[in-house]
C-alpha cells in the first residue's frame, strides 16, 4: 500500500490546520493508522494514533487537547486536526499503516510498516 499525506503548509501560531492522508494499492481497514512527525535535526517521534476499529485513539503529551485524529474507513483516509497550533510543532508530518493486521495500539514508530511521504507543517510565531 502507498500512503500520500497532504493538507501542510505555512500557518501562525494558535491557527489550524486539517493533514489527510490517503490510501493506494492497499486497505486501512483492520490496521492502526497514525501520525508521526520530524522536526529538524530531530528523530522521528510519535503524534497520534487511532486503532483498527476507530474508537481509540492516543496522542504525544504534546499534542493532547490541541490535536484530533480520525479516520475514514471507506474513504481509506486517515486526518489529523491541528488546532492552537505552536512553532515548535514545526515538522515533516507522516502518516503510517500498522504493520500488523487487528493489532492492538502502538505508539511505536517500529509497529508501522507502510509510510507515506510526509507533508511540511510549518508554524510562525
Known amino acids: 500500500v502507498q500512503l500520500q499525506a497532504f493538507g501542510g503548509g505555512l500557518v501562525q501560531a494558535g491557527g489550524s490546520l486539517r493533514l489527510s492522508c490517503a490510501a493506494a494499492?492497499?486497505?486501512?481497514?483492520?490496521?492502526?493508522l497514525g501520525w508521526f512527525r520530524q522536526a529538524p535535526e530531530k528523530e522521528r517521534v510519535f503524534v497520534a494514533t487511532?486503532?483498527?476499529?476507530?474508537?481509540?485513539?492516543r496522542y504525544a503529551d504534546s499534542v493532547k487537547g490541541r490535536f484530533t485524529i480520525s479516520r475514514d474507513n471507506a474513504k481509506n483516509t486517515v486526518y489529523l486536526q491541528m488546532n492552537s497550533l505552536k512553532p515548535e510543532d514545526t515538522a515533516v508530518y507522516y502518516c503510517?499503516?500498522?504493520?500488523?493486521?487487528?493489532?492492538?495500539?502502538?505508539?511505536?514508530?517500529?509497529?508501522?510498516?507502510?509510510w507515506g511521504q510526509g507533508t511540511l507543517v510549518t508554524v510562525s510565531s
Open positions: 503510517a499503516r500498522g504493520r500488523i493486521y487487528g493489532s492492538s495500539l502502538s505508539t511505536k514508530s517500529a509497529d508501522f510498516g507502510s
Open positions: 494499492g492497499g486497505t486501512f481497514s483492520n490496521y492502526n
Open positions: 487511532i486503532n483498527w476499529v476507530g474508537g481509540t485513539t
